[in-house]
């Protein structure tokens, strides 16, 4: 209820009251001028409006006012982020920067060994076939079969370096593990002027010998006439034999004793 509807419910006995207690022409000049009560419901009714605006004003820059400060907080929350975020991609980019510095090392590296890589895999390969030559004449068909393959991949413009040097690689690893084992495996060579098929026995590069398939002749590689040369067959015929079977996996192994040339002291 606004003041204009109150003030009509109380002015009415208020004036009767009024009119009660004085005279008749007093009585009818108040009854007859309202214009003052007019004028105070104004006025308590613009007043009444004026407040219900300033409260709306409150209300709404009061709602402006916390989600402005809520906005502030989670933009606050984002630079915190953005921070945090910033530290993390300075720590990769030095990272990066050194990662960078030392490709770049690396490839200068790079620049200087492919350069000098092609003569190095032809001394590599020049002194595999030296050493091929003066080694003991075992398996000399395959070996000579690895290095004309690697010396076909030198010649080769449309073989990588990088392939290159593999064979080169594999041709060392082969001829190194030769020194680290023994076999045995069928051959055909030429003693005393006549082809004779032949058990080779080879004990890494200590020693090479052989035993003819009718066991007639037992022999040995020379190391200082560089060829076959036969041993005292009564005393190595059997030793022999069994070392053979021994290599071949065909009996458990055991001590043997072989004609071993003693080593030399390099010079």
Not at 6 to 14: N, Q, R
Not at 33 to 40: P, R, V, W, Y
Not at 182 to 196: A, L, N, Q
């Amino acid at each position: 209820m606004n003041y204009r509807q109150l003030l009509s419910k109380v002015l009415p006995s208020a004036v009767f009251t009024m009119f009660v207690m004085v005279n008749g022409s007093q009585a009818a000049e108040i009854m007859t001028d309202t214009s003052i009560i007019d004028q105070a419901l104004n006025v308590l009714e613009q007043t009444q409006a004026e407040s219900a605006e300033s409260q709306a004003n409150i209300n709404r820059l009061a709602n402006a006012a916390s989600s402005t400060f809520e906005q502030f907080k989670q933009e606050n929350d984002n630079l915190e982020a953005l921070l945090v975020l910033n530290a993390e991609y300075r720590k990769l980019i030095s990272i990066q920067e050194e990662n960078v510095e030392t490709l770049d090392e690396s490839i200068a590296s790079v620049e200087i060994v492919t350069r000098e890589m092609p003569l190095l895999m032809e001394k590599m390969l020049s002194s595999a076939e030296q050493f091929v030559a003066l080694d003991l004449p075992f398996q000399l068909e395959t070996r000579q079969n690895r290095l004309k393959f690697a010396r076909d991949a030198m010649n080769n413009p449309d073989v990588s370096v990088a392939e290159k040097f593999r064979q080169v690689l594999v041709l060392y690893q082969n001829e190194t593990l030769y020194g680290r084992t023994h076999e045995t495996y069928p051959d055909t060579i030429s003693f005393g002027g006549v082809d004779r098929d032949v058990n080779i026995l080879r004990v890494g590069r200590i020693a090479l010998m052989f035993q003819t398939t009718d066991r007639q002749i037992t022999g040995m590689w020379d190391r200082d006439s560089k060829a076959w040369v036969e041993i005292d067959a009564g005393e190595y015929r059997t030793p022999l034999q069994a070392a053979i079977r021994v290599s071949a996996g065909l009996d458990a192994p055991r001590t043997i004793d072989l004609p071993i040339v003693a080593p030399e002291l390099a010079r």
